[in-house]
């Protein structure tokens, strides 16, 4: 059984279109998290969310949104898609929030943007 | 603010070498926890070790080797008698309990290549 799934694996799309990233996990985790990991590998975090609050790197455009509609998933959504948005998104989960816990990555998403 | 540093872009060694890889982190928390990820040719991230502040004293699995110093805020990973499986991007992170969000800062990574 896969930990941590992600939906599409690849997506390519145009400037200027709202897209959608799914992810869910079956371990039971309170916290999931989205990381964006560029072309040059750097890995980045964007959100952090549980059942508590979410916590938005400051750095993320509001065109990103996380939306979890129960505790097994947390989708990003992103409006008006620039360029600059391509990359490789990981989605992630850990038991809890403290920062001792291993995070479970899901397998990626390659966001392409033409 | 955390800062995690791998300042070794790209190893390329021969299999049976055996390979450090550094890994320096900056912090202003006395509680944090380190760990060291892999992302292999096909892109999942594996966990690999976790470590908290605490406890200081090396690792050894297998062929895999930690030794963490906090006296020079490193946490470096060492692999014994490298195979050409082991070629992969490595990760070092840090996080901080007291930062909320539990969220990861990574390093910019090391690529190590395994040649035959």
């Known amino acids: 059984d896969t930990a941590v799934s992600q939906t599409p694996k690849y997506l390519v799309t145009q400037m200027g279109n709202d897209k959608s990233i799914k992810c869910e996990q079956n371990?039971?985790?309170?916290?999931m998290y989205w990381y964006k990991q560029d072309s040059k590998k750097f890995l980045k975090i964007m959100f952090s969310y549980n059942n508590k609050e979410l916590i938005i790197n400051e750095t993320v455009p509001n065109r990103f949104s996380p939306k979890s509609p129960d505790k097994a998933h947390l989708n990003l959504h992103i409006n008006s898609l620039e360029l600059g948005d391509s990359a490789v998104y990981f989605c992630?989960?850990?038991?809890?929030?403290?920062?001792?816990?291993?995070?479970?990555f899901g397998p990626g998403t390659r966001l392409t943007v033409l | 603010a955390q800062k995690v540093t791998q300042a070794q872009t790209e190893i390329s060694v021969v299999e049976k070498e055996d390979v450090t890889l550094d890994c320096v982190y900056e912090t202003r928390d006395t509680t944090y926890y380190l760990f060291w990820y892999k992302q292999p040719p096909s892109g999942e991230l594996v966990f690999l070790i976790r470590r908290n502040s605490f406890d200081e004293q090396n690792e050894i699995s297998g062929r895999y080797s930690w030794n963490f110093q906090k006296s020079t805020s490193s946490f470096n990973f060492t692999i014994t008698a490298s195979q050409v499986v082991d070629s992969a991007v490595y990760f070092c992170?840090?996080?901080?309990?007291?930062?909320?969000?539990?969220?990861?800062?990574f390093g910019g990574g090391t690529r190590l290549m395994v040649k035959p």
């Open positions: 992170a840090l996080s901080e309990p007291h930062n909320a969000g539990n969220m990861l800062t």
């Open positions: 371990l039971g985790h309170d916290t």
């Open positions: 992630a989960s850990s038991q809890g929030d403290w920062g001792d816990e291993e995070q479970f």
